[in-house]
Each structure stands twice: as C-alpha cells, then as structure tokens.
C-alpha cells in the first residue's frame, strides 16, 4: 500500500460497566456507543448455527457486553434474520440494550433476468425491503440500515432520500453503506447534507491484515470530512486467520460448504498460510491465538467503531472476545513485526 497507514488519531474508549471488561466506542460523530467486540450472523445463522446456540451464543456475548448484533436480509435468504428474531424474543432483553442492524441490495427472490432482479437501490425496493426486514425480525424498528452494495442503476440522491425517509418513518435510527467507494459515499453525505436529509453514519467494510487498503488509504480523507464510523466484517479473513487452515481444509469448516466454495481459494493460498504460520508465535508471545491477534490488531485502529465477528460455536465465541486482552499487548514494536509478516500480501 502507497499511504500512511499510521494513526495519529485517538477515538475515546468508554469505561467498561463493572460487569464486563468490554470497550465501547461511538459509531463514528454519533452519540451511540457500540461494543469494541460485536457478533455477526453471515455464513453461520440458519446454515450451521440453529435457534438454540444462536440464544446461547447471544446471551453469552451480552453477558461479556457485547451490545451489537449484525444481520442482512440475504443471509440464508431471509431465514438469518427470523432466527435473529426468534433468538431476540426468548432472550427478552430490554429493547434500549441492544442494537441491531440489517443490511439491503439483493433482495430474497433472485429468479429472473434485467428488471426482474432484485440488486437494486430504488426507493420501491428500499421501502418493501425494510418492513420485510421488520416483519422476520418482530422489531418496530432497526437502528442500524445499510445499504449493502453500490448500486450503478439507481441515482444516489434516490436512495439517499429514501433511506432517510425510512428514518423519519421511525422504522431505523441511522443508516449507512457497505463496500461503497470513498467518493460515493462523500456524494451521498454531501447529497443528504444539502437537501437537510439524515446523512450516512457508517460504513460497513472489509478489514483484516490481508485486506487494507480501502479502509486506510481510500476512506482516510472521510473521516475528518464526515465522521464516518466503520463496522468492520470478515477480521479473520473468512477464517484464514484462525490458523486452521495452514495443513488443509478441515473437516466441518466453511471451506467444506458447497454454498461456500468461492472462499476456498483464499483459505488455502499458500503464501497468506505461510504467514499464519509466522504469526503464531508472535501471537503466542502475546499470551493469545493467531485468531485473538488478527482481531485485536483491527481493532486497534481508531477509526472503527466495532469490529464484527462471527461464530459457529459458543467456544469460538468466548474465544474471539478473548482478544480483548492483547489490545495493550500491540506495541509499536509488534505491529512492525506483524506488518513484516502480513503487509506485503495485503491489499
């Protein structure tokens, strides 16, 4: 990568609640705190996580002061966020205590070709999309929106109205984007900011040691500009940075998953296997696993709000939060050594 990717930056951290050791930072210039650790559903929920572990796994994560659980409506088609909802009732926690977000673009009906399709941003679309959301989530309202993807067909102003129109209906308390190029988004805020429409908050990237570039080089100028928040997903590269994958594909992993199959070719490269491998010892030094330092290496950067994690397993779950305790581990002298290792095959 060509930019400085150092921080000069400090976001406030709040104090953890007596109960927990968790972090909380503000979405971005918003007065909402998120959990430093949150908990996604994407692959998991429905595919390998059921009702059961999914209200075991939410309660657990809250007990340690988790407050922010991700969805979208495309995840297992829907059934993602009717699991999430499910879980939500039986847990009954007071609705100020959480936040909960989804995510808008593919739609559920993916049959047919041209206007048939739904990978759209359109107003007609956002409206439907978010009451469908709503209904499987039995929520009044989301506080999170994202629109998911870019969408090259629909006018920015469009959709930049409509998910502030939502907004005003009561039906979500902020929204943002997902994977959306630093200049799109600065036309949606600057869009919104002129015609006195909710603006964009946050956006939902990719980061990890592999994958870079867009959140420290390209989105650099829009923090000071907007006050973007960033909710990072995929910390562990998909699972590649769990370790499991350096001898192969295990037996049980996502990387066996039919549905998945487009993930194998990045869990098996060798050369960022190659670097798993160096990393577990430095990890070890630290008192953590390779998995506990790629998550707290993401989170130690100050522009992001939380950093979205997922599990299949209640013990991947307490282990990811484990991460918490490497934080003040990451000295310069670490991340120079980690940067060795993983920067050169990022991007």
Known sequence: MSCNAG?????????????????????????????????????????????????????????????????????????????????LKRLAWPRLNYVVSSKFYWGLDRKGEGINRKDTLNRKYLMQAIDGSLQRMGLEHLDLIYCHRPDPNTPIEETARAMSDIIDQGKALYWGTSEWSAADIRVAWDTAER?????????????????RERVECEYAALHEHTGLGLTTWSPLASGLLTGKY??????????????????????????????????????????????????????????????????????????????????????????????????????
């Open 7 to 87: 921080f000069s930056v400090t976001v406030p951290i709040s104090a953890p609640p007596p109960f927990s050791s968790m972090l909380y930072r503000r979405l971005g210039r918003t007065g909402l705190q998120l959990s430093l650790f949150s908990l996604g559903s994407w692959i998991t929920y429905h595919n390998q996580v059921d009702e059961k572990s999914a209200v075991e796994m939410m309660a657990a994560a809250f007990d340690a002061g988790v407050n922010f659980f991700d969805n979208a409506e495309v995840y297992a088609a829907g059934r993602s966020e009717t699991l999430m909802g499910r879980a």
């Open 195 to 211: 015609h006195g429409w909710h603006k964009p908050v946050v956006e939902q990237p990719q980061y990890n040691l592999f994958h």
């Open 246 to 347: 350096t001898d192969g594909i295990p037996e049980g992993s996502r990387g066996t998953m039919k549905k998945w199959a487009f993930l194998r070719e990045g869990l098996t490269d060798r050369a960022k296997n190659a670097a798993v491998r160096k990393l577990q010892p430095i990890a070890a030094d630290l008192g953590g696993s390779v998995a506990q330092l790629a998550l707290a290496w993401a989170a130690r950067n100050p522009h992001i709000s939380t950093v979205i994690t997922g599990a299949s397993k209640l013990e991947q779950l307490q282990s990811n939060l484990g991460a918490l305790a490497l934080l003040d581990k990451l000295t310069p002298k670490v991340l120079k050594t980690i940067d060795a290792v993983t920067k050169p095959l990022s991007t």
